[in-house]
Nanobody, 123 residues
Framework: QVQLVESGGGLVQAGGSLRLSCAASGRTFSSYTMGWFRQAPGKEREFVAAISWSGINTLYAGSAKGRFTISRDNSKNTMYLQMNSLKPEDTDIYYC????????????????WGQGTQVTVSS
């Protein structure tokens, strides 16, 4: 069974940067599109970015485009989210997930989720 573990969250000032990592156990990581989502308490989970199994194709939410970069290293079973120019509204719990059903930006297509990592951006 594949497990996903996020890390790299923390507290940062507005305008700062963070790099999130998502480490996957198991040998099927490289076969799947992977994605990042975020969620605040009481709100729906929101798509951030996704990357194809090869790393060639990526998709970003409008709020992330130009500021965030998704990447992956299949040799390390790890996906990353480089977040620059962070804003207070980026404060959320960030989750990585495996896209099982070709969902890309739709959370319903993802079947395995990590436990999340908290990102807090102060103004």
């Amino acid at each position: 069974q594949v497990q996903l573990v996020e890390s790299g969250g923390g507290l940062v000032q507005a305008g700062g940067s963070l790099r999130l990592s998502c480490a996957a156990s198991g040998r099927t990581f490289s076969s799947y599109t992977m994605g990042w989502f975020r969620q605040a308490p009481g709100k729906e989970r929101e798509f951030v970015a996704a990357i194809s199994w090869s790393g060639i194709n990526t998709l970003y939410a409008g709020s992330a485009k130009g500021r965030f970069t998704i990447s992956r290293d299949n040799s390390k079973n790890t996906m990353y989210l480089q977040m620059n120019s962070l804003k207070p509204e980026d404060t959320d719990i960030y989750y990585c997930a495996r896209d099982y059903a070709g969902g890309w930006s739709k959370a319903s297509g993802y079947d395995i989720w990590g436990q999340g990592t908290q990102v807090t951006v102060s103004s």
